[in-house]
């Protein structure tokens, strides 16, 4: 079966089983690194991307069902190496430990911003339930996101 798919805006074509998770393809077809395969159960949200811009789990998407979707991950969050605000806002509030969660917790906090501007704490917290790190207490991680409040362009 052959599935087109637009992955970081260029169009990419995948001939394989529909049944293989983008996750796989992902990383096995694409090189595509960024999201990491943890527990493959998308409960530790490290595997996260957008399809269609909405934050999802890659590892349960069979490729099958993605037949003309727009996928963006981390490595095309933020083109030509320039770290997006939430990016700088992680590194400036030293949240990156092990970096196993974050390129997840970045993809679900980007669409999560675009959504919400403007969180509150409380809400911020919400929006990290799906995301499981083992490294921190999750406060610098939303003390970063608190940080955008003022932040033009926080995605």
């Not at 969050?77 to 970045?106: I, K, N, R």
Request: proline share 5%.
């Amino acid at each position: 079966m052959t599935i087109r798919m637009t992955i970081n805006g260029e169009e990419r074509v995948y001939h394989g089983d529909p049944q293989d998770s983008l996750l796989t393809a992902l990383r096995a077809s694409y090189r595509l690194t960024g999201a990491k395969d943890v527990c493959g159960e998308g409960f530790c949200g490290a595997c996260t991307v957008h399809v269609n811009g909405e934050a999802v789990p890659a590892c349960l998407r069979p490729v099958g069902l993605l037949n003309g979707a727009e996928i963006l991950t981390i490595e095309g969050l933020a083109p030509q190496d320039t770290p997006s605000a939430l990016q700088a806002a992680f590194t400036e509030h030293d949240v990156v430990q092990c970096g196993m969660c974050f390129p997840g917790m970045v993809m679900s906090l980007t669409a999560f911003l675009r959504e919400n501007p403007a969180p509150k704490r409380a809400e911020v917290k919400t929006a990290l339930v799906g995301n499981v790190c083992r490294c921190t207490g999750y406060e610098r991680i939303i003390d970063a996101v608190m940080s955008l409040q003022n932040t033009e362009g926080a995605q």
